[in-house]
Each structure stands twice: as C-alpha cells, then as structure tokens.
C-alpha cells in the first residue's frame, strides 16, 4: 500500500535537543496525524491537524498542516528520556480514495540522558 | 480520546491452527472497524474495513479467506486468523471508529501473534 515519506528514519539526540521530523506526499489530504508508539503497543494519537496552514500544540509538540495539503511536520521541544518511542504521520486521503489513513514509515527517536 | 481494547494481548499458536483476536470500543459505538497488521521495524498496513453487520472490504493482497472478520456489534469486532502459519506472525492492531472516518483515529493496544 501507499506510504508517505518520513524523514529521518532515526534520531539519536542529546536529553534538552529539540527534534524535527517531516512527512510529504505526492497526493493531497484533508487530515494530518501524528502518532508515537513505544514497544509492544498500539499508536497513541499526539496532535491532529484538519487545515492547510494550521499549526497546532500539545505540551512540548507542535506540529503543523503543509500550505499545500502534502506535508507536515512535527517538532518536540527540550527532548526528554520518556520521549524514546516511534513516531508516524498519518494522513487521511479524501472522500474520493475511501477516507483511508495512509502512514509513513516511522521516525526511531532514541534520547540520551 | 477513545477507550479501546484487545483480547488476547499476545498469543502463541503451532502452525495450521486458527486464532480470534477480540477488540471492543468501550466507551463508544464504532459503525467501522479498521483492522491493521505490522510487522517488525515496519508501518502500519490497512488489512480491511467493516461496518457494523456489513462483510469487510480487504486490502489488496490479503486473503479474504484466511483474516476472518466479524463486526457483528457496535463495540465488538473479532479478527480470525485461519490456518495460521509462520509468516502470519504480526502485531495486529485495531481502530475502531465512531462514523464516517473524517478526523481523529485511535487504536486498540495491538495483539501480538507468534505462530510456531
């Protein structure tokens, strides 16, 4: 099935580092996702966004919905340990494609204290 | 956000046996289920969907026939694995949805199957 492409693959940084992951698409979506998972569990939803342009926060998160509907990124403040985990995009096709969840292939954050 | 669990959490199979993995909306009524499967270091794959009291709609290259799906109650869906085998080893995990899917998502706690 389709992904989205997710950059960077891996991230080993310094505890108090902020960090910065993108995805892009060739197609357009309605809704960005972004979702950490850690170890043996299911994705657990941080930010979604629903607007070109839109730029949302949660705590340290901010993530925001690409002008032309085919990216987004995610930024984490004054990283910490608990932060450790995968990160995925997700984004929702339109109506037209079945309003599916289209995932990239994950941002592997290792935090060293 | 949603409440959603998963029955077994992890199951140990022998080779040519069938599984049911169990998931349940617990504090709304999902009208669509999405059931996905990952494997190790990978993504998230969409296997199918299903309506409630609807048979599922598969992804292309998954076998009908083999990835049972049964939503047969707003908060309860089961996924079978039939004659498992090795390479059906998998975190299976499910997303339950409350209406057309337009906006947030969440998951179930994911299932994961080792067939020996």
């Known amino acids: 099935g389709q992904q989205l492409n997710q950059s960077p693959q891996s991230m080993f940084i310094q505890e108090g580092e902020d960090v910065s992951m993108n995805c892009t698409s060739s197609?357009?979506?309605?809704?960005w996702l972004w979702y950490k998972q850690e170890p043996g569990e299911g994705p657990v939803l941080l930010i979604a966004l629903y607007k070109a342009g839109e730029l949302t926060s949660n705590g340290r998160l901010t993530a925001q919905f690409g002008i032309t509907r085919k990216d987004s990124f995610l930024n984490i403040s004054a990283s910490i340990p608990s932060d450790v985990g995968i990160y995925f995009c997700?984004?929702?096709?339109?109506?037209?494609?079945?309003?599916?969840?289209?995932f990239g292939a994950g941002t592997i954050l290792r935090v060293k204290s | 956000g949603a409440v959603v669990s998963q029955h077994p959490s992890w199951v140990i199979c022998k080779s040519g046996t069938s599984v049911k993995i169990e998931c349940r909306s617990l504090d709304f009524q999902a009208t669509t289920m999405f059931w996905y499967r990952q494997f190790p270091k990978q993504s998230l794959m969409l296997m199918a969907t299903s309506n409630e009291g609807s048979k599922a709609t598969y992804e292309q290259g998954v076998e009908k026939d083999k990835f049972l799906i049964n939503h047969a109650s707003l908060t309860l869906s089961t996924l079978t694995v039939t004659s498992a085998h090795p390479e059906d080893s998998s975190f299976y995990i499910c997303?339950?949805?409350?209406?057309?899917?337009?906006?947030?998502?969440?998951f179930g706690p994911g299932t994961r199957l080792t067939v020996t």
């Open positions: 997700a984004g929702r096709h339109t109506m037209e494609y079945g309003n599916k969840l289209v």
């Open positions: 997303s339950p949805q409350e209406g057309p899917a337009r906006g947030e998502q969440y």
């Open positions: 197609s357009i979506f309605n809704t």
